[in-house]
């Protein structure tokens, strides 16, 4: 939803400045093709990036992790029956948990309650990107579309109006998805993407 409202945003903006400046269908499509390119590699290289980041870290504690239970075992079970009476359990309760995590399976019991990661399902960096762009793709088609296929004269009304629209979803679904009020994300969301637009219009316009 995050990167489809980006797609939205930031091609309708583009698309309706153009639109402000010149009523060449040409230009607008270009316009508009090139920032969908742009912003859908953009985001994906972001993500690949920060994902990649995210999982070189992950291996980093892994690795971490694994020297430390090798090589100070003690030490190691000692800090997981704290992190078990952190919890709440009694000192008594908290050992027996921790030694019989240990004897069983001490990597996975360490790196669930330490860390917090699955060793087996790390974030996948190309996955990320492929989402990003993907998502970025979808939401840019619905501004790119609606004015590159009316005619000039409706062109700008119905693509703030489709906009909206598209952004009033995106963002109910967004709010519901987090849990969050959707009255308020919803309105948050709309009145950024009607701003973004009610800008870059101006400016064409302005500007010609």
């Known amino acids: 939803m995050l990167g489809a ?6 091609i309708a903006g583009l698309v309706v400045g153009v639109a ?3 009523q060449s269908r040409s230009v607008i499509v270009t316009a508009g093709i090139a920032g969908l390119l742009a912003g859908a590699l953009s985001m994906a290289a ?4 920060s994902v990649s980041t995210q999982r070189d870290t992950e291996k980093a504690l892994l690795a971490k992790e ?3 239970l090798e090589n100070l075992p003690e030490e190691e079970l000692a800090e997981l029956t704290e992190i078990y009476e952190g919890k709440g359990l009694s000192k008594k309760t908290a050992s027996i948990v921790a030694k019989e995590l240990t004897a069983h399976d001490a990597f996975r019991a360490h790196v669930d309650v330490e860390l917090n990661i699955d060793p087996d399902d790390l974030t996948n960096p190309w996955h990320a990107a492929y989402a990003s762009a ?7 088609a619905i501004p790119l ?3 590159i296929l009316l005619p000039a004269s409706v062109r700008v009304p119905v ?3 489709a906009v909206l629209f598209a952004l009033s979803i995106t963002g109910f679904v967004s709010a519901k998805v987090g849990g969050s009020e959707p009255k308020k994300a919803t309105f948050r969301v709309v009145a950024g993407g009607a701003l973004a637009m009610a ?9 010609n």
Do not use: R
Request: avoid cysteine; proline fraction near 0%; charge should be negative.
């Open 199 to 207: 800008v870059t219009y101006g400016i064409g316009t302005l500007f």
């Open 66 to 68: 694994k020297w430390e």
């Open 134 to 140: 993907l998502a970025f793709t979808a939401g840019a």
């Open 145 to 147: 579309a609606t004015i």
């Open 20 to 22: 402000g400046a010149t």
């Open 5 to 10: 409202n980006d797609g939205i945003v930031s």
């Open 46 to 49: 972001g993500e690949y990036v």
């Open 159 to 161: 693509t703030f109006v």
